[in-house]
């Protein structure tokens, strides 16, 4: 049996809208494994989060992906949107509908995802995992709207939706966004509890070094639709030797960047320079 949960090669996404067909992601490679916490950083617009939602098969209209092989704990998969992963998106006030209670939405989900489950079962379940994502007086929260919470707590429902779909990967896309430091340490720290409690795999998009130093095991820095360096998070943080990994680590630190990192050109290779630890450089002739 694989020990990756995930593995994809060559991934490839490209915006069918515009006239030359641009390229977003650009034959890029990744390796999850099972039951750890994964981070994958970057500035917006490098094709993180589009990687991630390539790999549930929820890209938006006009954006089309391909890839060479892709597997799920060793098998093929033939149709993303049926794979046992949930993901948790950037800003839960445009994820919730304000006119409806939270009790709505979280039935919702068992409804569409455990129909199994008898009306009883499903309040049961709901209960349980408001109380496993720290909501307390749940009975009473059901009730509620998602602008009577705050932005920590419809967080916290979030999370719960997702892991409602019983997945076996989480992932979550800039979970801290608009929070403040505290409350982003209690988010990250609920995510890594839940990934021990769970035997979850969790992935981490984030901008921020700073959100992923103290919960991943590894990590993959992507720029302009390319991964420039993979490596584990100690490694990244000790001996990072990709330019642009290093400006990352400068500003997580709040130290000054000398200009620039100039972009890695599309004929660039990904190289093992040491155990996991792969970088992004130049190919050299000759």
């Known amino acids: ?11 490839t996404i490209i915006n069918q809208k515009s006239k030359e067909q641009t390229i977003l992601v650009k034959g890029i490679n990744l390796s999850i494994p099972k039951g750890k916490i994964v981070g994958i950083v970057g500035e917006s617009g490098s094709g993180k989060s589009l990687t991630m939602k390539s790999l ?9 992906a391909s890839y ?8 093929q998969v033939r149709n993303p949107k049926v794979l046992p992963l949930s993901m948790i998106f950037q800003d839960p006030m445009t994820s919730l509908n304000p006119l409806r209670t939270v009790g709505f939405h979280l039935r ?3 409804r569409r995802f455990q129909s199994k489950l008898t009306k009883e079962e499903r309040e ?3 209960l349980e995992m408001l109380d496993k994502v720290g909501i307390s007086n749940p009975e ?3 009730k509620q709207f998602p602008f009577e919470f705050s932005g920590g707590m419809r967080q916290r429902i979030m999370i719960a939706m997702a892991l409602l779909t019983n997945p076996d990967m989480l992932i979550a896309d800039e979970p801290t966004t608009a929070l403040d430091v505290t409350i982003q340490a209690q988010i990250l720290a609920l995510l890594k509890e839940l990934q021990e409690q769970l035997g979850l795999t969790v992935v981490i998009v984030s901008h921020d070094f700073s959100v992923i130093a103290g919960i991943c095991d590894q990590v993959y820095v992507m ?8 490596a584990p998070v100690d490694t990244i943080f000790a001996q990072s030797l990709h330019p642009y990994t290093q400006s990352l680590l400068k500003a997580a630190r709040l ?5 620039p990192v100039p972009a890695d050109s599309d004929d660039s290779q990904l190289v093992q320079v040491g155990p996991e630890h792969w970088v992004r450089k130049e190919e050299k002739n000759g």
Do not use: C
């Open 1 to 11: 049996m694989s020990k990756h949960l995930v593995e994809i090669s060559n991934l």
């Open 56 to 64: 549930m098969g929820i890209l938006p209209k006009g954006l089309e």
């Open 68 to 75: 060479d092989r892709f597997e799920m704990d060793g098998k």
């Open 108 to 110: 919702e989900v068992l």
């Open 124 to 126: 049961v379940a709901i």
């Open 140 to 142: 009473l929260r059901l």
């Open 223 to 230: 720029r302009n639709g390319l991964v420039v360096e993979h």
């Open 255 to 259: 130290e000054a960047s000398h200009g």
